[in-house]
């Protein structure tokens, strides 16, 4: 057993919202023992907030989002993987706006401000959940399989596979032994680009929401698109490297599946409770990985 921890002093960030464009600042700050991870949008009136747990979820399609009465938060998994994988059971996360900052796509600089200030250990037990049988949830049609079993330890697998010449069969383990600020923590969100090309050059992309992530190009890409694609980003050239947009390198050679990781980590931790079990993940979302959470949430609850 270990105790709960919160951090030593309020960090802050702002920037870009993924997908409103608009300009945010969200302040984490230390929270008693028991309090858990809590939003509060501090630009409602009343200054409504919303507990980070999986029966709170109400929108998993391009992110995960929260929900209680008028406080909603949108894209809360990077900054949740960071606090709850650092070790950070207890924070109240203050937030003027309906989604999180975007930051660079990963959680790279929410790690190094927990680091920065530090955790520091409260007086009441951490509580965890033991995984006594296997869960499995399942989307046959799309290949989507987590699944959950018995194990002294933490631990996630994750592999992505999405019939994708470029990205390939990528795969990433996290346990205890794994330095999250420095190999997960970095991993940028990802989109393919035939996914986006229309929006492109209807122009209804907002710069923050591609310029840092990864863009995986499966096809040769026209002169027409291209330009939209500069114009979005505010360059003059842009090339494709080995199936990648070149604006941004990428950090690692399996960053997508890095960042599935990092995703998952901020998902599961909804459970509120530090989990006992192994982790198996293919081609996981945000839809599977909060219905999983869900799963274990409601099962505590029959305990
Ligand atoms: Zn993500």
Redesign the pocket.
């Known amino acids: 057993m270990s105790k709960q921890r919160t951090i030593v002093a309020p960090i802050t960030f702002s920037g870009k919202g993924l997908h409103t464009g608009e300009l945010v600042t969200m302040t984490v700050l230390p929270a008693e023992e028991n309090r858990g991870i809590v939003f509060r949008r501090v630009d409602l009136k009343g200054m409504p907030e919303v507990a980070a747990l999986a029966h709170n979820v109400c929108d998993t399609s391009r992110?995960t989002t929260i929900k209680d009465g008028k406080a909603k938060v949108s894209t809360i998994?990077?900054i949740i993987s960071a606090l709850w994988t650092m070790g950070v059971d207890n924070a109240l996360i203050e937030i003027d706006a309906p989604e999180t900052p975007i930051m660079d796509g990963s959680a790279k600089e929410y790690a190094s401000e927990i680091m920065r200030v530090g955790t520091v250990e409260q007086g009441a037990e951490r509580n965890y959940m033991e995984i006594q049988e296997e869960f499995l949830f399942e989307i046959p049609k799309k290949g989507v399989k987590v699944k959950i079993t018995p194990a002294e330890e933490y631990s996630v697998d994750v592999t992505v596979d999405y019939d994708s010449q470029v990205v390939g069969v990528q795969h990433h383990r996290y346990d205890s032994s794994v330095d999250y600020a420095a190999e997960i923590a970095p991993c940028r969100?990802f989109v393919f680009l035939h996914e986006i090309e229309i929006l492109l050059k209807l122009g209804l992309i907002k710069g923050g929401s591609v310029e840092s992530a990864m863009v995986v190009v499966e096809k040769p890409i026209s002169e027409s698109t291209k330009r939209s694609i500069c114009k979005t980003f505010g360059r003059d050239d842009i090339e494709v490297e080995r199936g990648y947009l070149n604006h941004t390198p990428l950090r690692f050679e399996n960053e997508i599946a890095r960042?599935k990781l990092?995703?998952i980590l901020g998902d599961l931790a909804l459970l509120g409770r530090r989990i006992k079990g192994r982790v198996e993940a293919l081609r996981p979302g945000h839809y599977a990985n909060t219905q999983m959470a869900q799963e274990l949430e409601k099962s505590l609850s029959k305990q």
Do not use: K, M, S
């Open positions: 992110g998994e990077h969100t960042h990092l995703d």
